[in-house]
């Protein structure tokens, strides 16, 4: 009987073993599923929200520094730097990330270097000008024309048609000559 005991041991142990690899496979394959399904075959997806995390900085804000510039001047062209380590003490970190469901993901990072309390040199990923980045935010806007803001005199004057001006002004209303108590007592 002791002979049989480590055998039955040894396929409880396999048996066990399988059963657990089966359901793991299984849950992973369930993911899947229960994520196609919840996306309706990939028809619908869920909205991500857009991920906004850093210092944004332009083009033109680089080209605004210039070496010799105190922090407090550089601190004024760029903002506040996202890192700056008491063990780098010379040396500022601006980095900027956008993350929008399906698009590929923005990250620049500028580094300020100084020299006591005088910008020294500037390092920066190629950066996008003010106007290229707005747009490449605004990646869901059509193309269609802007509305045109003025009118002309023919649609001025079938407005007016439309709504005829009052014959006269309502009168104000006269002042009353009531006393109201005063809010506070004195």
Request: overall charge neutral.
């Amino acid at each position: 009987m002791s002979l049989l005991l480590p055998t039955r041991a040894r396929r409880a142990g396999v048996l066990a073993l399988t059963l657990s690899a089966a359901a793991l496979a299984g849950c992973s394959s369930l993911g899947e599923t229960v994520s196609s399904m919840s996306t309706l075959g990939g028809l619908i997806t869920p909205y991500k929200i857009d991920i906004l995390q850093g210092n944004v900085v332009v083009r033109e804000q680089v080209q605004a520094l210039q070496t010799g510039m105190s922090r407090e001047q550089v601190r004024g062209i760029l903002g506040t730097p996202l890192v700056a380590s008491v063990f780098h003490a010379n040396r500022w970190d601006y980095v900027f990330t956008f993350k929008r469901q399906g698009q590929a993901e923005q990250m620049r990072k500028v580094a300020v270097f100084f020299e006591g309390d005088t910008l020294a040199k500037v390092e920066a990923d190629e950066l996008p000008s003010e106007e290229e980045f707005v747009a490449s935010l605004d990646v869901r806007r059509t193309s269609a024309q802007p509305p045109v803001l003025e009118a002309t005199e023919e649609q001025l004057k079938a407005f007016r048609d439309k709504n005829p001006a009052p014959a006269t002004a309502p009168a104000p209303a006269a002042p009353s000559n009531t006393s109201y108590p005063p809010l506070e007592t004195r």
